[in-house]
């Protein structure tokens, strides 16, 4: 309790010097902005909590016997935590064999989203050619297209070029994607032009620009959108479904995979195990990269 009243009185004593933000430290002397401030923070206290709860009701019930799980006693917490269900889960769902699936199909969507949309917003953001203006509203159009009218053109589109089956369109369609493409051009348009000019002096030429300067330069974007794509095809169900969705177990991708065992009477009585294995990836992902997957937000709609 000390502990707690101490770091509450240091918080306090931070308003006074507070210099950033929609209020500084002369607002907080007046006890009605004080107030709302901690009323804000307990506010922002809740909604965390909401949003962590179902994660953590999920992650505690899955150790849980199925008996346990649909008891009419319910308990929070399991009454014995039971490691061996996940062993059992992956065994027999051959996890293995899905996840080095899952990471083909992510492996791809990076390098076509990265190389894809990279490429484009250097030619859009940089060469400009002729014509370069007509090419942008159409990205932009096809960005406002819900991907739920999309997707059956696009499996038709598939399936004429015999692609139905393999992992290939995954790759193309998670990578090429709208809004990476917009991320790559507005970092392009801040880069120092002088940096270009001095390259194009020296006798590069546009591609060697782009592979010596440019690429260099956006590492940061790069890496974000390398994380974009990545949670997409990761977390993405219907258009797997629709394209290896009639493959053998052993080549279903991860999202696949679980909407088909959840039918299975085998597996359905162990599917929290197999949800809580699937987000693993994911919140580890996450956890690393969340400072440039924030900062990306925030920027993505600022202008200098």
Request: aromatic letters at 14%.
């Amino acid at each position: 309790m000390r502990l707690v009243r101490k770091n509450l009185a240091k918080s306090t004593r931070g308003l006074h010097s507070k210099q950033n933000g929609l209020l500084n430290f002369s607002d907080y002397k007046k006890k009605r902005n004080v107030f709302s401030y901690w009323a804000l923070i307990a506010l922002l206290i809740i909604f965390v909590l909401i949003a962590l709860l179902p994660i953590f009701w999920l992650f505690v019930s899955s150790f849980k016997a199925p008996n346990e799980i649909n008891s009419v006693n319910y308990t929070l917490f399991p009454k014995e935590w039971n490691f061996a269900q996940f062993i059992e889960i992956w065994e027999k769902c051959g996890l293995t064999d899905v996840f080095l699936n899952t990471f083909v199909v992510v492996i791809g969507a990076v390098i076509c989203g990265v190389v894809f949309n990279s490429l484009l917003a250097y030619v859009i953001a940089i060469l400009k050619p002729y014509g370069y203006k007509v090419v942008h509203t159409l990205v932009l159009l096809a960005y406002m297209i819900p991907s739920a009218l999309a997707i059956y053109p696009l499996v038709k589109a598939i399936d004429n070029v015999h692609l139905l089956g393999t992992y290939i369109p995954l790759w193309f369609v998670f990578g090429a994607n709208a809004y990476y493409y917009l991320l790559f051009k507005n970092y392009f348009e801040k880069m120092p032009k002088s940096l270009i000019e001095a390259a194009r002096m020296d006798g590069l030429s546009n591609f060697r620009i782009f592979m010596k300067v440019i690429l260099p330069l956006a590492r940061p974007i790069i890496g974000v959108v390398a994380i974009f794509a990545m949670t997409a095809a990761y977390s993405d169900y219907l258009l797997p479904y629709m394209v290896i969705g009639n493959l053998k177990s052993e080549n279903w991708t991860l999202m696949v995979a679980i909407f088909n065992f959840s039918s299975d009477k085998d597996v359905a009585p162990h599917i929290l195990q197999l949800l809580v294995l699937s987000i693993i990836p994911q919140v580890i992902i996450f956890i690393i990269f969340q400072k440039q997957i924030m900062n990306t937000s925030v920027n993505s709609g600022m202008k200098e």
